[in-house]
């Protein structure tokens, strides 16, 4: 089975744009979380879909908002872009079925700088 | 309060000995879940071992097991004869609830693992 891929792996941004990352879960899994992870606040949980609905989010700011598709690919998206979202942003696929399997198979992660 | 706390930032093993990276958690929820995740220098981060509230057995895969203590909501990871490749960063992480109602995982700030040759 291929893995969670996340495009793009690398991406430089200017204050006050917008980013829109994709994350393709492994296949037969229909929950899609996202992760923010930096030096200062270590891994943070954005929000989690499963088919096609948030079924649960995370503390942070209206900025960050996502959706899934019916193929249960994901996209994150960061408008009005600042600094300090500048990190290394982790999907994570899973069933998301009660009865297990219960872990999280991670991407690789896309690397966003903001200048 | 913390929901998962890890209280070594860094940890050296020697290579073909046994290391244990400790975790606390916190929750008042009868059902969760834990995880331990390891994330190399390339950053990617690859699931190691699960271990469930009810889960009468403490979890082994391969040569890492999961000493957990339900009563001291604890949930070490014991990695036994270290090798060179096991230098990275470990994660323990917890889900809480019931999966069906959402996936809100917790993460511990990470314990630094180097194996000395």
């Known amino acids: 089975k291929a893995g969670v891929t996340q495009t793009p792996r690398y991406l430089i941004k200017t204050r006050g744009q917008q980013v829109t990352l994709s994350c393709s879960p492994i296949?037969?899994?229909?929950?899609v979380s996202w992760y923010q992870q930096t030096p200062g606040q270590g891994l943070q949980f954005l929000f989690e879909?499963?088919?096609?609905?948030?079924?649960n989010k995370g503390n942070f700011p209206g900025r960050f908002s996502g959706r899934q598709f019916s193929n249960s690919r994901s996209e994150m998206n960061v408008s009005t872009l600042e600094l300090g979202d500048s990190a290394l942003y982790l999907c994570a696929s899973s069933p998301g079925l009660a009865g297990g399997p219960y872990e999280q198979y991670f991407g690789p992660g896309t690397r966003l700088t903001v200048t | 309060a913390q929901k998962i706390t890890q209280t070594q930032p860094g940890m050296f093993v020697q290579e073909k000995e046994a290391v244990t990276l400790d975790c606390t958690y916190d929750?008042?929820?009868?059902?969760?879940?834990l995880f331990w995740y390891k994330q190399p220098s390339s950053g990617e981060m690859i699931f190691l071992i699960y271990?469930?509230?009810?889960?009468?057995q403490n979890a082994t895969e391969g040569r890492y097991s999961l000493n957990f203590q339900k009563a001291r909501k604890s949930a070490n990871l014991v990695i036994s004869a270290s090798q060179l490749g096991d230098s990275a960063m470990y994660f323990c992480?917890?889900?809480?609830?019931?999966?069906?109602?959402?996936?809100?995982?917790?993460f511990g700030t990470g314990t630094s693992l180097t194996v000395i040759p």
């Open positions: 929750t008042s929820d009868p059902s969760y879940g």
């Open positions: 271990q469930g509230s009810y889960d009468q």
């Open positions: 992480a917890m889900r809480e609830g019931e999966v069906n109602t959402g996936n809100q995982f917790y």
């Open positions: 296949s037969g899994h229909r929950s």
């Open positions: 879909y499963f088919s096609e609905t948030q079924r």
